[in-house]
């Protein structure tokens, strides 16, 4: 069956890095786009940085711009969001997606989950 496993989250200090890792296993990974969000309690889950599925166009939220990088290995059934700069406010859990939709428009377009990986931002 599908599975999306993340990893790499953890306590990090302001303006340091981290890098996020999403394990894909059980449906074509490479007709798929793939996407992280971040979720922080009492907020809907935030589309944060998105690749599609032949890794030629990558697409990001203003909050990350210029500080994240995803990244996927379709070779590997991998994607990565290398995160630098981090910041107080990017504290939250992150989850991994896949997705049909060549352009999906919401979390409501995605057809598979991760179990999700903690992200503190904290001195």
């Known amino acids: 069956q599908p599975q999306l496993v993340e990893s790499g989250g953890g306590l990090v200090q302001p303006g340091g890095s981290l890098t996020l890792s999403c394990a894909a296993s059980?449906?074509?990974?490479?007709?798929?786009?793939m996407s992280w969000f971040r979720q922080v309690p009492g907020k809907e889950r935030e589309g944060i940085a998105s690749i599609s599925a032949s890794a030629h166009s990558t697409s990001y939220a203003d909050s990350v711009k210029g500080r994240f990088t995803i990244s996927r290995d379709n070779g590997k059934n991998t994607v990565i969001l290398q995160m630098t700069g981090l910041k107080s406010e990017d504290t939250g859990v992150y989850y991994c997606g896949a997705s049909w939709y060549g352009d999906p428009r919401g979390a409501h377009e995605y057809d598979y989950w991760g179990q999700g990986t903690e992200v503190t931002v904290s001195s």
């Open positions: 059980g449906f074509t990974f490479n007709h798929y786009t």
